[in-house]
């Protein structure tokens, strides 16, 4: 029964966002909006539990629920020069199974804890409280038609949806220019990677002839066995599988933030911290991960493709994670850690441990989303006590300004610590689990499959890794630890968060602790009782493609254990320095800096990707657009202006020569024919006694002439 509605989990977002939107922001209380937009999404909620509960109640191989509402786009037959091959009939379908039920439940709970916090945090806010849950209502409903989606373009039309709202929700604040540009920024940048997107898409129609994701995994073997004829080019199976990936991972760099279009995520701090904390650890930026999750039949088939993706994973975790320990700003840190954290991810995929992948996905959201909301707690009660004390020049997002503040924020430290504990791979912890089977699993592709590559991406993340770990605990040390740098009246005014902020906090936080045991390794599964990994194995039915990888082998236990410790030296060593830097001797990281004065600059000015992509792009573009302009001003509009003059020129002279030649020698004609004619018409008066004259005058000098000649 709940299977069959899961087409209401995204339809009532959207009812939210249409009520809210429409007739909230002028007739209802704040209370009433967040009934609404609070109730949609738990009700969402709640319909995604009771289907996944209906969905596990079946058999593996039945965990498939396709439920067709009606058929949206029906042209036909498609052809090319080889003839048919396929109908292109699109219809508004949804899909319930292991994956998108995953992803279902991530993005409606941890999306449903923020919706909660953001009613504490925007309550006082001097904008349109209904436009932003109206906002916010909208993206939870695009997003769940991504995730849900029965077929490609309609994941296309969720995928979309999230990046017209993620432009609306960054830039919130839109009478602030820096807000604007970065909602800009976000849906630009975007829109480069949207091209590979539907490249891919075009390749994966004229290749299996459908877009449905049942009937393109259900041809995968077929169509890479046969390979594909293309404008006379025959395409081998590889060769196709790896066009698609490539075309798809395109996509997904831009929605994912991997290099080179990582750079709008930054930016999306401009918007309200809970929307940083729902485009960034459960929803948006997610979306390209649960693309390749779902193309991981082609993928696995895509051993080129998988290499890009490893290569670009692995490089973005280690270059966020460089720029993320020189940020003082602490969403900052926490958004370039998003950064990184999807790298990671991504190499999960190009290990082809798609389940992975997926896994550090889930621990993300719980721990990232904590974090985020635990940055958002901080900043209000430092934005709150700068406002009681009318110190509106002090930046309440500086960690510089911060200090001590376990002791006066107690719920939002301790949950915060635990996140960071997660994220920074502590044993026991949440992100340990996950973050540990990604770099297991990548150095595995090299120990037993031979794939080298694989060595340089497990040294990317392993130093990434540790990285993360002395950034974390370097942001931790310097809010909560030490003493407050601002003033006496400053700190009696700072306050813990109310419950509504604080509890979502609690959530997240005891989520990131347990939330990993979800995925609880084999190897130590195995010696602690038998415990299952669950997650593997309720995912491995969609992702498991034994025909287009390799044989399956795996390595001794005793090079995974030493993996498992390795990963765990690396995070507590970065811990370590962290607490040697920043509480052991403070004065250290002044100078380290004065030390390698030049490469940290680099660094904290993000290695001048922006300035670069600025003169580049932005400029650059301009420019080019100037040089344009000034080809069509002065050579395309000169040459025809030229015309037009030449031709006016001409035209004047024949007007000219017409005038006074032409019409001259007719003009002189006439007045000489009128000049005789008015001379006689003197003459012919009418008067018989004047032609008498006349004749008598001529007769006398007719006689006169021969008289005197």
Request: aromatic share 16%.
């Amino acid at each position: 029964m709940f299977m069959k509605l899961i087409w209401l989990i995204p339809l009532l977002p959207f009812l939210g966002a249409f009520t809210n939107g429409i007739i909230g922001r002028k007739k209802f209380s704040k209370s009433t909006v967040s009934a609404i937009a609070n109730g949609t999404v738990l009700i969402s909620f709640i319909l995604m539990i009771l289907a996944v509960y209906q969905l596990a109640g079946l058999p593996a191989e039945a965990r498939n629920i396709n439920i067709k509402l009606f058929d949206w786009i029906n042209v036909g037959n498609a052809h090319l020069s080889n003839g048919l091959l396929g109908v292109f009939n699109i219809a508004w379908e949804f899909k319930l199974d292991p994956l998108s039920s995953v992803m279902g439940l991530i993005v409606t709970g941890v999306g449903f804890v923020i919706h909660i916090y953001s009613i504490g945090y925007m309550w006082d806010d001097e904008y349109s409280y209904a436009r932003y849950f109206a906002y916010l209502n909208l993206f939870m409903g695009s997003m769940l038609i991504l995730v849900l989606g029965g077929n490609y373009l309609l994941m296309f039309i969720g995928w979309e949806g999230v990046g017209l709202c993620s432009y609306l929700l960054i830039g919130y604040y839109f009478d602030k220019k820096f807000c604007a540009d970065a909602g800009k920024k976000a849906f630009i940048t975007n829109r480069v990677g949207d091209l590979g997107f539907v490249i891919g898409l075009m390749f994966i129609f004229v290749a299996f002839g459908s877009l449905n994701f049942d009937q393109v995994a259900s041809r995968i073997t077929e169509v890479y066995a046969a390979g594909f004829n293309f404008a006379g080019w025959h395409l081998s199976g590889v060769t196709l599988f790896n066009i698609i990936g490539v075309s798809l991972f395109v996509g997904a760099t831009g929605k994912s933030a991997q290099i080179p279009l990582y750079v709008w995520l930054p930016d999306a701090m401009a918007g309200p911290t809970p929307v940083s904390a729902l485009i960034h650890a459960a929803t948006m930026v997610t979306s390209g991960l649960y693309m390749i999750a779902r193309t991981s039949g082609i993928y696995s088939g895509a051993p080129v493709a998988l290499m890009v993706v490893g290569l670009v994973g692995a490089a973005t975790a280690f270059l966020a994670a460089t720029i993320g320990m020189a940020q003082n700003d602490i969403k900052k840190v926490l958004a370039y850690s998003t950064v990184s954290q999807l790298g990671y991810m991504f190499m999960g995929m190009a290990a082809a441990a798609y389940w992975a992948g997926i896994f550090h996905v889930m621990t993300h959201a719980f721990f990232k989303g904590c974090l985020f909301l635990g940055s958002g707690s901080i900043i209000h009660a430092m934005h709150h006590a700068y406002h009681k004390t009318h110190n509106h020049d002090k930046d309440p997002q500086d960690m510089r300004n911060m200090g001590g503040l376990r002791k006066i924020m107690p719920r939002t430290y301790w949950t915060f610590l635990a996140a960071t504990l997660a994220i920074s791979g502590i044993p026991l912890f949440s992100g340990f689990f996950s973050k540990d089977e990604i770099l297991w699993k990548t150095a595995e592709q090299a120990i037993v499959y031979g794939h080298k590559i694989y060595w340089l991406y497990w040294a990317l993340g392993a130093v990434a890794a540790g990285i993360t770990a002395f950034y974390m605990f370097r942001l931790v040390f310097l809010t909560f630890f030490g003493e407050f740098k601002g003033t006496d009246e400053e700190k009696e005014a700072l306050h813990e968060s109310p419950g509504t902020m604080t509890w979502p906090l609690i959530i997240l936080g005891t989520l990131s602790v347990i939330g990993g045991y979800l995925g609880f390794p084999h190897l130590l599964g195995q010696y602690l009782g038998h415990i299952p990994n669950v997650l593997e194995k309720w995912l491995e039915p969609v992702m498991v493609h034994p025909q287009l990888i390799h044989a399956v082998g795996h390595a001794s236990e005793g090079v995974e254990f030493l993996f498992m410790f390795i990963s765990i030296a690396i995070a507590v060593t970065g811990i370590f320095f962290a607490w040697l830097f920043y509480m052991k001797k403070p004065e250290l990281p002044a100078k380290f800096t004065a030390m390698f004065h030049g490469a940290w600059e680099t660094v904290y000015n993000k290695y001048y990707v922006d300035e670069v992509y600025d003169a580049v792009f932005i400029t650059g573009m301009k420019n080019f657009g100037y040089l344009l302009w000034s080809f069509d001003v002065w050579v395309v509009d000169g040459i025809v202006n030229g015309a037009r003059n030449f031709t006016i020129i001409i035209s004047e002279a024949s007007r000219l020569y017409d005038q006074w030649i032409v019409d001259g020698l007719v003009n002189i004609v006439g007045k000489t024919v009128e000049g005789i004619g008015f001379v006689f018409r003197k003459v012919q008066t009418g008067y018989i006694q004047t032609y008498a004259f006349m004749m008598v005058a001529g007769f006398i000098l007719l006689i006169s002439y021969y008289i005197f000649r």
